[in-house]
DNA sequence: TTTCATAAAGATACCGGTAACATCATGGGC
DNA sequence: GCCCATGATGTTACCGGTATCTTTATGAAA
């Protein structure tokens, strides 16, 4: 039974342009008198082909450069080896704790042919709300590690209902099953309350971040609960509002400083606000350290630059961007939702900016 | 003539598993009552379709969440859609210049289907220096931007001569055919050191960056011809190395300020060192800029954030940014490369970091 | 009415790998 | 010597699109 068409003979389609053309397995497979699977086995470091064999075809393929078309592997075992890297709001993409979760990101990556994709929320083409999911779909990514999100961020939601892979660097509302990695904030705020308390300060302020993100609340309220635990008492006044800016810092702590009662202490709950502070000091000619002491957090590379150095909470930033790639990967690679690591310890890092009350 | 093996009943391959399940083109066309072939034509957006099809497929498309594989897609046209992002340097990828350059890049692309993948050099995983062509090899991106290389760079030739479409943001030797975009520096710099001349300032400081920084190179040469342009002597203990950050700032305006005629106005290759100058005159209890006038380069966002707010050269990176995407895209899309843009204009940003001498 | 250019839609092969299964050679255990 | 387990290797059928060419429908020109 023929079909009614008339035979065809189509043209085979033509050649690549030649800086695009290139060596495939096929061809080492000629050369070394095998089948592309056989190549194919050796590359995918599969078992089943004997070493005399493995040899000549690694020979062959070092001699020709070959490199495995990702494209071509891709799409035949439907894994992209990319990884969607996100940055959900301003500043986030050319700040040092960016630099050190990519450095974290690609340590933990390892060996692991995934590259990371930039993904900034912020840029104008990504208004539609629904980007990420559609590039799931046009299966661009393998997954996605989201950085510190709102604890309100919507868009997390149905990215997780769908199943796609995914961590969170920062905290989210637990329950919905979304793995997510983060640094023991509480702690590292109490080390540095109870640094200043230790030096006999009373008066200590707090300049807190923006209400919307996790990290921001749960310092200010470790903040709260440590000045009570070491017997402090927390003045509304000494209280300020920020967004994580030098400049948010500054205003914070021009105010701070032309109270009537001023603190002589400052904690602000990351490290640009609280390099705004000691701005602020000097502009109202306090000396730093010897009229107000000032923390930290987060320790950035600036902190140390800084003069005087900032003592500051070292988070370990690095490694909570190994510990990221290390979750995606295993529910890319193995299909396995680690168990929810613990928050990493953060330590404090006593530099130039603090000093006893007299 | 039959091949001498029996015929093979061979079951067709077991399917995803759910999550990576889509819906593919075939489907849409079923429901359409075509082929995926008009499918196809209608998400590229070609001709030969009628409208009236056409609508019928969207709608199709829309109600079941179609989006086009990109995997697949690619494979097919042989094109990845990723730009590969390449960090050559030490604290570029956590520097706003980084992120204004990929808003740039962003914004530039457009409507464009590409994403961009990073590619920090300094990732452990990336000491074989051939990386960037194995990337190429393996089809994970069309093309590269890289960011600032050393004049030296040694990577970037054999790149260039294998084909690999590439863009350079920074200067280039100029021969070797490499597309690259760059700020007019030269000029920045000449507008910065008369403004300080025109100030009345005679003992002009300078604090470089690193001497294998095409950048660097530019603007210290620039230094040196303005001022004799603008009568001045170039003394050669005001010229001070530096590497872009803000300690080597804080460290040559230590020197500077501790000489025993001490400079009154001290440009800084860039904005950081800048700031590292400042904190050094306050530190030698020098006011800026009633007794020392500082000027940056590059009008980051921490030079109008600082205090006093810096007066800095306004480099258009984000521009920069835009341009090298569409010069990448011509080479990628158009296989077209595009005529050498000129240097894009700097201009000045006075702040209240300089003043006139008295 | 016939011819022919043009637009719409279809048919086929193919991109370069990988999954699943088939086959074959080898050698040990009986 | 025969059977079967085992490991090496080959065969086939895809993955889901796109390039290219063919066929069919439509309508204007002759």
């Not at 003045?235 to 009537?260: C, D």
Request: hydrophobic fraction near 40%; aromatic fraction near 6%; charge should be positive.
């Amino acid at each position: 039974m023929r079909p009614k068409k008339s035979t065809k003979v189509i043209a085979p389609r033509t050649k690549l342009k030649d800086a695009r053309r290139s060596v495939t397995m096929a061809e080492i497979a000629r050369l070394c008198g095998t089948t592309k699977m056989t190549v194919s086995r050796v590359f995918a470091g599969r078992p089943g082909v004997s070493e005399a064999l493995r040899e000549k075809v690694l020979k062959q393929a070092t001699r020709l450069k070959y490199e495995v078309n990702q494209q071509a592997s891709s799409f035949s075992s439907n894994r992209v080896n990319f990884i969607g890297l996100v940055t959900p709001f301003e500043g986030l993409l050319g700040s040092r704790y960016f630099q050190r979760v990519v450095e974290g990101l690609n340590r933990g990556l390892g060996n692991h042919p995934h590259d990371l994709v930039l993904f900034d929320m912020l840029s104008p083409n990504f208004e539609s709300g629904d980007k990420l999911e559609r590039v799931w779909r046009q299966r661009k990514v393998d997954g996605f590690v989201i950085l510190a999100p709102h604890t309100t961020d919507q868009f997390i939601r149905p990215l997780a209902e769908s199943g796609v892979p995914l961590v969170v660097v920062g905290e989210v509302d637990p329950g919905h099953g979304v793995a997510s990695i983060t640094a023991d904030d509480e702690q590292g705020v109490r080390m540095a309350i109870e640094h200043l308390a230790g030096y006999g300060h009373k008066l200590i302020a707090y300049v807190g971040g923006p209400e919307m993100l996790s990290s921001a609340q749960r310092r200010l309220a470790s903040y709260r609960e440590t000045m009570e635990n070491v017997g402090l008492e927390v003045k509304e006044s000494m209280v300020m509002p920020g967004n994580y800016t030098m400049r948010s810092g500054r205003e914070a702590g021009a105010k701070l400083f032309r109270a009537k009662r001023r603190p002589t202490a400052v904690f602000a709950a990351n490290d640009d606000m609280a390099l705004g502070v000691m701005q602020a000091a000097m502009a109202e000619g306090l000396r730093v350290p010897e009229d107000v002491s000032v923390v930290g957090f987060d320790d950035l590379a600036e902190a140390a630059e800084y003069w005087p150095a900032l003592t500051t909470v070292h988070q370990p930033i690095r490694r909570i961007g190994l510990v990221a790639s290390n979750l995606l990967l295993a529910q890319i690679v193995s299909d396995f939702q680690a168990p929810q690591p613990p928050p990493l310890d953060c330590n404090l890092v006593v530099r130039d900016s603090t000093a006893p009350l007299e």
